[in-house]
């Protein structure tokens, strides 16, 4: 069992729909991280939380919106997707995410398709 | 830049034999940390070992070694006594400074162990 949670493990929704897809951890990490990954590609990094605050945005469409609304959630609410957005979307934690012997921890993922 | 390249798309191996998957790395920066991370087909992506830039000893973890060899600026992963189990795409990734911390991956290993 992963020690960071998401749900749903799966996700299918029209283009107009809105949804969220939610992250959980307890590990006491204060770096939190959201990620897509298509079919056999690596991880393509979307957003940094550190403290609570936004760090990173990797020019991530603003139809893709996230929110920490405490140390442990982590959220990334969604709204007028395209089909090419369906991917994995995979959440991490690291300690603080400012060393670079800090392995990220991830979850299950959250399947999503778009249609 | 920095660049991680893995150079096998896919590897046969007979359960029970060793196997070796290959990552070089490119960087400027003095200080890195080399990860392997597993990510079963199911999706979760599971860290497996670590390897610091200055670490005089190459990491170890149960079955999984790392062979750091920092000249030739390689860092393999070696899975003793492989299981039908260990069957996954496997991610080499690199964080420094210069990465801002964050993971900068190679396009993975399928792995595919036969019985």
């Known amino acids: 069992d992963t020690e960071v949670t998401q749900t749903p493990k799966h996700l299918v929704m029209g283009m107009t729909n809105k949804k969220s897809l939610k992250c959980e951890q307890h590990?006491?990490?204060?770096?939190m991280y959201w990620y897509k990954q298509k079919a056999k590609k690596p991880p393509e990094l979307m957003f940094v939380?550190?403290?609570?605050?936004?760090?990173i945005n990797e020019s991530v469409p603003s139809r893709f919106s996230p929110e920490c609304p405490n140390s442990s959630l982590l959220n990334l609410h969604l709204h007028a997707l395209q089909p090419e957005d369906s991917a994995l979307y995979l959440c991490?934690?690291?300690?603080?995410?400012?060393?670079?012997?800090?392995?990220?921890?991830f979850g299950d993922g959250t399947r999503l398709s778009i249609l | 830049a920095q660049k991680i390249t893995q150079t096998q798309p896919g590897m046969f191996v007979q359960e029970k034999e060793a196997v070796t998957l290959d990552c070089t790395y490119d960087?400027?920066?003095?200080?890195?940390?080399l990860f392997w991370y597993k990510q079963p087909s199911s999706g979760e992506m599971i860290f497996l070992i670590y390897?610091?830039?200055?670490d005089q000893q190459n990491a170890t973890e149960g079955r999984y070694s790392l062979n750091f060899q920092k000249a030739r600026k390689s860092a393999n992963l070696v899975i003793s006594a492989s299981q039908l189990g260990d069957s996954a795409m496997y991610f080499c990734?690199?964080?420094?400074?210069?990465?801002?911390?964050?993971?900068?991956w190679g396009a993975g290993t399928k792995l595919i162990i036969k019985p």
């Open positions: 991490a934690s690291s300690q603080d995410g400012l060393a670079i012997n800090q392995p990220q921890h």
């Open positions: 590990m006491g990490h204060r770096a």
């Open positions: 939380y550190s403290y609570e605050k936004l760090s």
């Open positions: 960087t400027s920066d003095p200080s890195y940390g």
């Open positions: 390897q610091g830039s200055y």
């Open positions: 990734a690199m964080s420094s400074m210069d990465s801002n911390y964050q993971l900068i």
